[in-house]
């Protein structure tokens, strides 16, 4: 255990804890993104939602807007292309946010949908805000959903990180107590 090869490889698995956090959360973050459709707005989009369960829409902007609140006056609508029943579009039950790649999106109405298919999204800004242009995402899944998903993630991901480190910290700390034994045992001369 005098070697100094034990510490290069405790730094190495500390390390390699990040990389696997890195790894992990990579793919992951960039499929959470692959589920939203985006559409510009104002006006109305055939959007295809191809699962039944719940779904929320989010604002998403580059600046435009703040993320604490949706703008004033914004009215959506989202109606089934093969009924023409509209669908009951609510707040969300919590608060939701994400930032990547240079969008942020806050959560502002949620649904749920009985039939997967194809569904008319309509939305606009008050009257005096009709050229305003602004992006609506819709993505799969409740903002609960969406919140312990990432949450999950970011768990995994910190138990890779800390993992790494700890076992990293358990050999060194066995280097130096098997050390502070050797240098005892050492007849004084």
Same mark, same amino acid.
């Given at each position: 255990?005098?070697?100094?090869?034990?510490?290069?490889?405790? %730094?190495?698995? $500390?390390?390699?804890?990040?990389?696997?956090?890195?790894?992990?959360?990579?793919?992951?973050?960039?499929?959470?993104?692959?589920?939203? !459709?985006?559409?510009?707005?104002?006006?109305?989009?055939?959007?295809?939602?191809?699962?039944?369960?719940?779904?929320?829409?989010?604002?998403?902007?580059?600046?435009?807007?703040?993320?604490?609140?949706?703008?004033?006056?914004?009215?959506?609508?989202? !109606?089934?292309?093969?009924? #023409?029943?509209?669908?009951?579009?609510?707040?969300?039950?919590?608060?939701? !946010?994400?930032?990547?790649?240079?969008?942020?999106?806050?959560?502002?109405?949620?649904?749920?949908?009985?039939?997967? #298919?194809?569904?008319?999204?309509?939305?606009?800004?008050?009257?005096?805000?009709?050229?305003?242009?602004? !992006?609506?995402?819709?993505?799969?899944?409740?903002?609960?959903?969406?919140?312990? %998903?990432?949450?999950?993630?970011? #768990?995994?991901?910190?138990?890779?990180?800390?993992?790494?480190?700890?076992?990293? %910290?358990?050999?060194?700390?066995?280097?130096?107590?098997?050390?502070?034994?050797?240098?005892? $045992?050492?007849?004084?001369?």
């Amino acid at each position: 255990m005098r070697s100094p090869l034990w510490f290069v490889m405790a %730094g190495v698995i $500390a390390v390699l804890g990040f990389v696997a956090a890195g790894l992990y959360v990579w793919p992951r973050l960039e499929a959470f993104d692959l589920h939203l !459709t985006r559409l510009a707005l104002p006006g109305p989009h055939i959007v295809q939602l191809d699962r039944a369960g719940a779904y929320t829409l989010y604002l998403e902007t580059n600046g435009q807007f703040p993320l604490a609140e949706a703008p004033a006056g914004l009215q959506a609508t989202l !109606t089934s292309v093969a009924t #023409g029943t509209t669908v009951a579009l609510v707040p969300p039950a919590g608060s939701f !946010t994400y930032s990547a790649e240079g969008r942020a999106g806050l959560a502002i109405l949620g649904f749920t949908l009985s039939e997967p #298919g194809q569904y008319r999204l309509t939305a606009s800004l008050p009257s005096k805000a009709t050229e305003s242009k602004f !992006t609506l995402a819709v993505g799969h899944g409740s903002v609960a959903h969406n919140f312990f %998903g990432m949450a999950r993630i970011l #768990g995994v991901a910190l138990a890779l990180a800390l993992g790494g480190l700890g076992i990293a %910290g358990i050999i060194v700390a066995i280097i130096a107590i098997r050390r502070d034994k050797a240098r005892r $045992a050492e007849p004084l001369t």
